[in-house]
């Protein structure tokens, strides 16, 4: 079974932003749980979507060591 979670979709939309550690302790609870596939963050710019203006120092802090991804 392949399970797929894109918390990116839910977290764009939001005007309260949210803190890098929390993200990144969302994000990697769900790799423990076991979903093969997490959209986690965006390159585009912060101007157009504020929220994933941190995707660059999210994406080093995730926990992929119970997992077969690669990023």
Known sequence: MKLIECPR???QGLDKMI???DKVS???SLL?????TIDVGSFVS???MPQMA????????LDLSSTA???
């Open 54 to 61: 941190d995707t660059k120092s999210v994406i080093p802090q």
């Open 9 to 11: 979709d839910a977290m």
């Open 32 to 36: 423990k749980v076991g979903f093969h």
């Open 46 to 48: 912060p101007k157009a």
């Open 19 to 21: 803190p890098t550690s």
């Open 26 to 28: 969302y994000i990697n």
């Open 69 to 71: 991804s690669k990023v």
